[in-house]
């Protein structure tokens, strides 16, 4: 049972360990979303088996506090988000999946105890040594609902997803980001619009877009995200390239979608003020990711034999 504390003492707390952070984020986001780990940061590397070079996953040693804030009424999330500033506004409804219109459907959101560095927040870990030589690699985590963005094996961002619903999951595998839409009409509904587009599938229309997030998968197999995620996501992935008779020359960005989302149990998210690591990707979990890389596997959809 988690020691229940008031209101007024959970927004002073919050107010007082981050309103300093939130205004060196407010000023200068973008370079602190693209921010070199410090030295609190490192960590040894951990050696996983069969993996494509040895040590090839790092795992960052720091742990985050969170806390659970009640805001069942309107009153209760604006003083909440007044206290933490809009930037680290964004940063807890990263945390909990949703985008802001769905925050009034909780009666409580998980909050860091304190805020620094976005990336202290990501489940994922700060570098891949395996890609060092590689460009670009998009990871997306069907278990903790979440992706990921590596430059040369570095974390550049990481971000909410909501990806598909039961009955129309997105299939784990390769996928690569074939072309873009600023605004384009859904195929499965004509009167969806969807922005910031990026193709994965060109066949089954599986792609990237801004749409809700309500804090669980709920999509047609695609994979939603936070306007200003899918904004910076649309500016960062590489589109292919084609030659005669639509023949891909370069493929785009690779992305590989792993893991799985356990239906029938909590969100891990949720977990996090009595188990900090309830998100954490393991050094297994990228591996397996690493491995539907390097062996190119392709995503099966339900009415495909495997």
Sequence with gaps: MP????????????????AGVALVLAGCGKARENAVPSSRDSAAVVPVSDSLVPDSVAVVAFEPRYQRVV?????????LLDSIGPANAFEVLKLNRVDLAHVRDRESLVVPVA?????????????????????????????VQAFACYDNGRLVRWGP????????????????????????????????????YVNLDN?????LHKYE??????????????????????????????????????????????GAWAWSARSPWKRLPEDPQATTLTPAEIED?????RERTRPVYPEETP
């Design 3 to 18: 020691l229940i504390v008031t209101q007024r003492t959970l927004l002073r707390r919050a107010f007082l360990l981050g």
């Design 71 to 79: 805001v069942r009424t309107p009153r209760r999330l604006r003083a």
């Design 115 to 143: 805020f620094g560095d976005s990336l202290d927040l990501t489940p994922f870990p700060r570098e891949i040594a395996a890609m060092r030589d590689s460009a670009k690699l998009l990871l997306i985590s069907l278990r």
């Design 161 to 196: 997803t909501s990806t598909g619903r039961h009955d129309m999951p997105t299939p784990t595998g390769l996928y690569h980001t074939n072309w873009k839409d600023k605004d384009r009409i859904s195929t499965f509904d004509d009167e969806w619009k969807l922005e910031w």
């Design 203 to 207: 066949f089954q229309g599986v792609s």
């Design 213 to 258: 997030l309500p804090g669980h998968p709920a999509s047609h197999s695609c994979v939603r995200l936070l306007e200003p995620d899918a904004i910076w996501m649309y500016a960062w992935a590489e589109q292919w390239r084609l030659g005669d008779r639509r023949v891909i020359l370069r493929e785009g960005t690779p992305v590989v979608v792993f």
């Design 289 to 293: 990711a690493l491995r539907m890389l």
